[in-house]
């Protein structure tokens, strides 16, 4: 290790394990009611050993656990780990710790004690608050279930989340509408709102569904900005001033991350380079600040916000684009982003926007 001190690192840990497989879900997570939490522990702390070698003693600002189903763990699972991060690095005393979870998987006292160990942001799976569209979906709790959760996590004082899937089969500009009318009346303070995509090898996608178009899908989303009483701060994400996820802000503005679990990607920064890290141990390349940079203006102009314009961000954009166009981007507080136009055709702004 060299004398060189690294920069804060944000850390994701991913928690590949489900009750079950929901309809739509291609994320990486497999069924499995009883895993092996002993082993999955050591394999954790281990990971996070080994970065810990690597980049020394650095600060960490935000923990996210997201899977998969993250509140399956037990609680000891969740504070060996916390308690490991805590031992090898140096975790901020108002670090923020979100944990993905799913109603019906966690009682009032499960979730206290994950607050006792730390959690202070609780994100939950609600999908929807019709049970005929969550069956659908093949999830396993009601919209009750979803709103006692959210109601016993408001209580303990978390900050939560709540994420919603728009855009099923049915679906109209109308039945959006009123469920956003309906999502309103929790008070929340962080919502998500994901358009449904069919991805490949899940049930949904040998299912051959009568989906919306995507004229549709475009009507439901503006409709979506129009009546969730949140302003949006990022494509699908809606909160109160000063409640964005903290982790998402600093992973999307281009804060250097750690991956830690089977199938979590990192971009790591260490001693003034970039690399990419694929989570499982010791498995990351380097990347060139050219390459990071295109990262950046992805996920950066995905926010409200935008992407800082740093001199790295600066050298791959096409600044003649960008002043002739300024129906879709527009550039203020040296930082670039998607004016309301742009967000809707966001793919091929960025795509415009990169030399
Ligand atoms: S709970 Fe989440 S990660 Fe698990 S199968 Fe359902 S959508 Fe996928």
Redesign the pocket.
């Known amino acids: 290790m060299g004398t060189m001190q690294n920069p804060a690192h944000n850390i994701y840990i991913h928690v590949p394990y489900?009750?079950?497989?929901?309809n739509?879900?291609a994320?990486f997570?497999r069924?499995c009611s009883a895993p092996d939490w002993g082993e999955y522990e050591n394999k954790i702390c281990g990971e996070i050993e080994f970065w810990a070698d690597k980049l020394g003693r650095i600060d960490v600002p935000t923990i996210f656990f997201g899977?998969?189903?993250p509140s399956l763990m037990p609680v000891s699972t969740f504070e060996k780990i916390i308690n490991t991060i805590r031992d090898n690095f140096n975790l901020l005393t108002e670090a923020e710790i979100t944990l993905e979870s799913?109603p019906g998987t966690l009682d009032e006292k499960e979730l206290n004690d994950f607050r006792c160990a730390g959690m202070n942001r609780l994100s939950i799976?609600v999908q929807s608050l019709d049970d005929d569209k969550l069956r659908f979906l093949?999830?396993r709790h009601t919209a009750q279930d979803a709103l006692d959760l959210i109601g016993a996590a408001q209580k303990m004082g978390l900050r939560v989340s709540a994420d919603f899937i728009y855009g099923l089969p049915g679906d109209t500009e109308k039945s959006v509408i009123e469920m956003c009318d309906q999502i309103n009346q929790i008070g929340l303070n962080h919502l998500s709102m994901y358009e449904l995509t069919i991805e490949e090898n899940t049930p949904f996608g040998k299912m051959n569904l009568d989906m919306p178009t995507n004229a549709e899908m475009a009507q439901m989303y503006v409709a979506i900005d129009n009546h969730i009483a949140l302003p949006r701060y990022e494509v699908s994400n809606y909160c109160a001033p000063g409640h964005e996820c903290r982790h998402n802000m600093n992973v999307w503005g281009g804060a250097p991350y750690i991956g830690i679990g089977n199938g979590a990607a990192g971009r790591i920064y260490m001693n003034n380079q970039w690399y990419d890290q694929l989570g499982n141990g010791a498995r990351f390349e380097k990347i060139s600040n050219s390459v990071r940079a295109t990262e950046k203006i992805i996920t950066g102009l995905r926010t409200v916000r935008g992407c800082q314009l740093t001199d790295d961000v600066k050298s791959v954009i096409d600044i003649e684009w960008v002043s002739n166009h300024p129906m879709l981007v527009n550039i203020h507080n040296n930082c670039i982003s998607a004016t309301k136009q742009g967000m809707l055709v966001l793919d091929d702004v960025i795509l415009n926007l990169i030399r």
């Open positions: 489900c009750m079950s497989k929901c739509y879900c994320f997570s069924a899977g998969g189903t799913n799976g093949g999830r």
